[in-house]
């Protein structure tokens, strides 16, 4: 299993600016997913993040906009830029196992005015 | 492609058995299975793979039919703890076998 933490839990953020997140694993892993859910939906995927490359973005996402970094094995942050209220989601951190199993950190909702 | 998942919501009482269905317009490869209850993290339950055999945890199995596209999810003798959203998710074409693209949700609620 995997422990995921994120910060920040919840913020509320003016329209215009940015936010990172954070997401911190208890172990090594190679790939990290950023998810996001909209409030009463599903979940969406936006990137994975691998250690040492540029991200991977899912169609609809784009890097001015959901910028990730991945500095090491355990940790990477996902900035939201020049948020707007369509925004407001829960970002969630993701890693995977070797059976397939995906673990999520608690996630990061966030509200934009 | 997303998924289609059926019924979008269902009330059972405790020990009652529900279904749920999952099914792609695409071929599928394997299926992947998830509670999230309210204000929670997902939590994986179980996955299925092409040509593998039905699988069970507790009371909940499920079931893939490649050629039909589908999964069942079924839930036996229901507990109040099975009360949540649960997704199915399938890989994404053309991406790893682990990003995942996930049907809307069934909202289970089980009443005592």
Redesign the interface.
């Known amino acids: 299993s995997a422990v995921i933490s994120q910060k920040p839990s919840r913020d509320i953020c003016q329209r215009g600016t940015s936010l990172t997140i954070q997401c911190q694993v208890d172990s090594q892993v190679t790939m990290m997913f950023w998810y996001r859910q909209q409030p009463g939906q599903s979940l969406t995927l936006i990137a994975t993040a691998n250690q040492g490359s540029e991200a991977t973005y899912e169609s609809g996402f784009v890097i001015d906009k959901f910028p990730i970094s991945r500095p090491n094995l355990t940790f990477s942050t996902l900035t939201v830029s020049n948020m707007s209220p369509e925004d407001s989601s829960i970002y969630l951190c993701s890693v995977v196992s070797g059976t397939g199993e995906l673990f999520f950190g608690e996630g990061s909702r966030l509200t934009v005015l | 492609q997303?998924p289609v998942q059926s019924p979008q919501a269902v009330i059972l009482r405790e020990g009652e058995d529900a279904v749920i269905n999952c099914s792609s317009s695409k071929a599928l490869y394997?299926v992947?299975w998830?509670r999230q209850k309210h204000g929670?993290?997902?939590?994986?339950l179980m996955?299925l793979l092409k040509g593998g055999e039905q699988k069970g945890h507790d009371k909940i199995s499920a079931s893939f039919n490649e050629k039909k596209q589908q999964s069942s999810l079924y839930l036996t003798a229901s507990q109040l703890s099975y009360s949540g959203t649960y997704?199915c998710?399938c890989p994404?074409q053309g991406?790893?076998?682990?990003?995942?693209?996930?049907?809307?949700?069934t909202k289970l609620s089980v009443i005592p």
């Open positions: 997303q394997s992947h998830y929670e993290a997902p939590v994986f996955i997704f998710g994404i991406a790893g076998s682990y990003q995942l693209t996930f049907g809307k949700g």
